[in-house]
């Protein structure tokens, strides 16, 4: 149904009125009349008109005053005054007040049909714009909304490159205010050793589909100070990822003018920084699986060595020759199983024996033990007083110190201050933390020195095996990169903050642990012996010759295997002969777990002692996990292997 507009038509002549009315009607109008202007304003106030033909001369209320009337009551209704001669006056006065055209008496039909018709057009031309002008409006509240709110910094340049617009993000990346941006040349933000790939990045000047693509820029940091009145620029990497495109000013003939460009600068300095972070712990891993592999390796040479000391050891007594000798060599092996332990620790899968300690405890043990022998470093703490358990082998965490306490001394020759604190932190899924660190419960410990500190470079490589800033001889390289991996396989994150001439800082996240401290006995060390039969099973002829030895030293009957495929054969004919066997983890073809569960299938009650020059974690806990009964890192000695075999083989099913 089409619309039908609405006409008051007000004159004080009844016939008029009626005769305009039959008129009006026949070309589709909605016709109400009056002959007052107080019977026109009740009509204005129960209807809504789109137009009102009105006579000046009216009683009541005069034209004049009705149009005041509908300019405030009524602005959307349109106004036509039709006046007689006498009128005219008051006519040009309604037209100042806002009537679209007069009619004088007498007037052909056909010109009020066109005025009404013109009228009503251009109301309707009116509201429309006012429309889109709302529209209008409202979008552009939206996208300054969108741009001041948004994360990026949205900006423009003239065709000088000077900023003619740039959103509030600018505060948040760089530290000024939009303002002062505005009518400055973008060099002023610009990195000094970026500016001449800026220089092609900013003065972009391509459209559309050939508009550039995304350009990584530094930009200069700035500090606002107040007092002051003053604003200081400092060079720093704040990384930026840059899209812009050109602007034209469309000519009506010939080339468009370029007038400047637009585009979108993004941060992206804490993504730069987290890619940095991955990248260095991928290389830290890279390097743990090769130190892990070395350390295996030598463990092996190391344990026939220190397998035939010990038999030696137990075919000779105290009072023989060489006895002394032989613990001279036997003390050097361990030396150099310390060292390879070292690699181990930094190397995946070194994790030890784990149990709840206190932190306060152990920091309290090692520092008084290393002021005992380094006096000219003084020693503070500031321990949380209800610290919380941690889930960690002892021995490694007091090595990781050590190691700390060693390189702060050798920071500070002359001496200087140690500061020791922990801390209980909580950390939430949004909280500020380091790169790979799962939210929770974490005791943080730090160990801070005020010596020479050290520049970037050298930060970036301070875990890696065997780097070191040492003279040649003064150090392995290995004390921080075996406490990365320490603290990185207890499920921990170290990290470290340190300055030139300043000091330096190393901060260690521990998980906490909700399990009470608990305390171990010592071990027992002597020679236990047995009568069971034992199947021996290691790829090396050397180790195997050596091990094979110290198991007939200690009264065991042996069996030997030099491959998975051997020992299984060898197991499936004596399966209820061999009281327990001694696998190597790592063998050709068949691996030390593949070996474990044939075995299992075979009698799933078998007793299997792992023997590897890995430490207990990574494929080793994984095999113990499944239910194997024990394990033992090359090298050992006859007394250590005596008192594993007693553990496992007298323990009650």
């Known amino acids: 149904m089409s619309y039908c507009p609405k006409i008051l038509i007000a004159d004080d002549e009844p016939r008029f009125c009626e005769s305009l009315r039959l008129l009006l009607d026949g070309h589709g109008y909605d016709i109400h009349t009056s002959t007052s202007g107080g019977e026109a304003q009740q009509l204005l106030l129960r209807h809504e008109f789109d137009m009102a033909l009105l006579d000046l001369a009216i009683p009541d209320v005069n034209g004049l005053q009705l149009m005041d009337y509908i ?24 037209l100042r007040k806002g009537a679209y055209d007069y009619i004088r008496k007498p007037f052909a039909y056909e010109e009020l049909l066109t005025t009404i018709q013109n009228a009503l057009s251009q109301k309707k031309l009116e509201l429309e714009k ?18 001041q709110n948004s994360p990026d910094i949205i900006y423009t340049l003239d065709c000088k490159g000077c900023f003619t617009f740039v959103s509030n993000s600018a505060k948040r990346i760089i530290g000024v205010e939009s303002e002062y941006l505005i009518g400055k040349h ?29 350009t990584e820029l530094r930009l200069k940091s700035f500090m606002d100070d107040e007092e002051e009145e003053e604003i200081t620029c400092e060079v720093k990497n704040i990384c930026i990822e840059l899209k812009c495109t ?39 891993e890279s390097l743990g699986t090769l130190a892990g592999g070395i350390a295996h390796d030598f463990n092996n040479l190391l344990m026939v060595i220190r397998g035939h000391v010990s038999l030696m050891f137990m075919e000779n007594n105290c009072s023989h020759l060489n006895h002394e000798r032989l613990n001279k060599i036997d003390d050097c092996v361990q030396s150099a199983a310390a060292l390879t332990n070292q690699l181990l620790g930094f190397a995946r899968g070194g994790k030890y024996h784990t149990q709840p300690i206190n932190l306060n405890s152990v920091l309290r043990q090692t520092s008084q033990m290393f002021g005992r022998t380094k006096k000219e470093i003084v020693i503070q703490d500031q321990y949380e007083k209800k610290i919380w358990p941690v ?68 930060q970036q490589r301070i875990f890696e095996p065997f780097f070191t800033t040492k003279a040649m001889g003064r150090g392995t390289g290995l004390g921080l990169a075996s406490a990365y991996g320490i603290i990185k396989n207890h499920k921990g994150m170290i990290e470290v903050k340190s300055k030139v001439g300043v000091g330096t800082c190393f901060i260690i996240y521990l998980p906490a642990s909700e399990q009470e401290v608990t305390h171990n006995e010592a071990a027992y060390d002597s020679i236990l012996k047995g009568i069971e039969t034992v199947l021996l099973v290691d790829d090396e002829d050397r180790i195997l010759d050596v091990e094979r030895d110290l198991l007939s030293s200690l009264g065991y009957t042996v069996f030997v295997a030099t491959s998975g495929k051997q020992a299984i054969e060898l197991f499936e004919t004596k399966p209820d002969e061999i009281d327990i066997v001694v696998l190597d983890m790592i063998m050709p073809e068949m691996g030390g777990g593949e070996i474990y ?23 080793a806990s994984e095999i113990l996990e499944r239910g194997c009964t024990g394990f033992i890192q090359k090298p050992f000695n006859a007394s250590e292997l005596s008192e594993k075999l007693r553990e496992i083989i007298d323990k009650s099913d």
């Open 71 to 94: 300019n405030i009551h009524c602005p959307d209704t349109s106004v036509v005054v039709i006046t007689g001669n006498s009128s005219l006056d008051a006519a040009v006065s309604a």
């Open 130 to 147: 006012e429309e889109i002008h709302k529209k209008l409006e409202l979008s552009e509240d939206r996208y300054r909304y969108l741009i």
């Open 186 to 214: 973008y060099e002023y933000i610009i990195h000094p050793d970026d500016l001449q790939k800026a220089k092609w990045t900013f003065n972009e000047r391509r459209t559309g589909d050939r508009a550039g693509s995304w």
């Open 246 to 284: 050109g602007m034209y000013e469309k000519q009506t003939a010939g080339t468009p003018t370029f007038v400047g460009t637009h585009g979108v600068a993004r941060d992206i300095s804490n993504r730069k920084r987290l890619e940095t972070q991955l990248q260095q712990a991928q290389k830290l």
């Open 391 to 458: 889930e960690a082998d002892q021995g490694q965490i007091e090595q990781v110190l050590l190691n700390l306490y060693v390189n702060a001394f050798h920071a500070m020759p002359a001496g200087g201050r140690l500061m020791l604190e922990t801390e209980n932190v909580s950390l939430g899924k949004s909280s500020e933390k380091p790169f790979n660190l799962a939210p929770g419960n974490y005791v943080k410990l730090s160990v801070s020195d005020t010596g020479i500190g050290m520049d970037e470079k050298t």
């Open 597 to 619: 569960d044939a075995l299992r299938k075979i009698r799933p009650d078998v007793k299997v002692l792992l023997c590897s020059g890995y430490s207990e974690g990574g494929q």
